[in-house]
C-alpha cells in the first residue's frame, strides 16, 4: 500500500515476517508515475506479459537485469550500494540496518530497539535518490567519452 509517500510492505510479504515501511523519494514517484503510465496504468508496475491479470517474476527481473549484466548484476545486489553508499556518507548505521529490513542480532537490544527512525530514513532515502540521480544524469556523457 502506498500512502503519503510511504511504502508499507505487509508483513506476511516480508522474509522476517515484519511490517516493513520504505519511504518514497520525489524522483522515486516521478519514476513510478512514468513507469504506471507506460504499463497501461495497470495494478502492477511490472505486468506479466503472458497473463493480464499476474506480474513477472523475480526470475524474470534476474533475466531482465542478465540481458546487459550478466555476471555483473542481481537484483538482490541492489542492496549492497543501498548500505554502502549511505555509510560511506555519514548516515547513522541503524538507521541504513532498518531501512534494509534488518532485524537487529543482539537479542537484548532487539527488546528495546524498535524505532523505525522514519524521518532519518525519509532523510536519507532523498538524499539517496539525489545521489543515484545525479549519476543517471550523467551516465549518458560518460559513455560517449568512452566510445570516442
Not at 542492496?79 to 549511505?86: C, I, K, L
Not at 532487539?110 to 522514519?118: K, S, W
Request: hydrophobic share 35%.
Amino acid at each position: 500500500m502506498i500512502s503519503k509517500r510511504l511504502w508499507v510492505i505487509p508483513a506476511e510479504k516480508m522474509k522476517m515476517r515484519a511490517t516493513h515501511i520504505v519511504s518514497l523519494s520525489d524522483w522515486t514517484l516521478e519514476l513510478l508515475e512514468s513507469l504506471h503510465t507506460a504499463t497501461g496504468h495497470g495494478c502492477y508496475l511490472f505486468p506479466s506479459r503472458t497473463h493480464s491479470d499476474g506480474h513477472i517474476s523475480e526470475n524474470t527481473a534476474g533475466k531482465i537485469i542478465n540481458v546487459g549484466y550478466k555476471g555483473i548484476a542481481t537484483p538482490h545486489g541492489f542492496r549492497s550500494p543501498a548500505a554502502d553508499v549511505p555509510n560511506e556518507n555519514g548516515f547513522p548505521p541503524d538507521v541504513i540496518e532498518r531501512q534494509l529490513a534488518h532485524v537487529e542480532q543482539n537479542k537484548v537490544r532487539a527488546a528495546y530497539h524498535r524505532t523505525e527512525y522514519l524521518p532519518q530514513r525519509v532523510e536519507m532515502m532523498q538524499w539517496y535518490s539525489g545521489y543515484l540521480r545525479e549519476r543517471y544524469n550523467t551516465a549518458p556523457a560518460l559513455i560517449d567519452a568512452e566510445r570516442s
